[in-house]
Nanobody, 124 residues
Framework: QVQLVESGGGLVQAGDSLRLSCAAS????????MGWFRQAPGKDREFVAAITWSGGNTRYADFVKGRFTISRDNAKNTVYLQMNSLKPEDTAVYYC?????????????????WGQGTQVTVSS
């Protein structure tokens, strides 16, 4: 497993942008897929985006396509989630996750390492 620490959350207005970061440490990452999930109050944790470390393949949930972009900096062992055109319904705790696979999986149960989460609140 790897240790993950998210940062970058906050309170913004609808239409604003935020960039979340997830710093990973503890293991090598050449075969790790990194994912972002979110959980709103009273709802299940849902997939947002994923990216592979080696090939840069990405995958997005339909509700964020065209607004969010996942990227990574292998030299810094960091994954980012650029969130543009934020909506009130994007309000949630955002979690970073890791799994030692070579494909950008969306299944929550596939991930075996999780960060503590960072709160994103979008006001209308």
């Amino acid at each position: 497993q790897v240790q993950l620490v998210e940062s970058g959350g906050g309170l913004v207005q609808a239409g604003d942008s935020l960039r979340l970061s997830c710093a990973a440490s503890g293991r090598t990452f050449s075969t790790y897929t990194m994912g972002w999930f979110r959980q709103a109050p009273g709802k299940d944790r849902e997939f947002v985006a994923a990216i592979t470390w080696s090939g840069g393949n990405t995958r997005y949930a339909d509700f964020v396509k065209g607004r969010f972009t996942i990227s990574r900096d292998n030299a810094k062992n960091t994954v980012y989630l650029q969130m543009n055109s934020l909506k009130p319904e994007d309000t949630a705790v955002y979690y970073c996750a890791a799994v030692r696979l070579g494909v950008p999986v969306a299944a929550r149960g596939a991930y075996d390492s999780w960060g503590q989460g960072t709160q994103v609140t979008v006001s209308s």
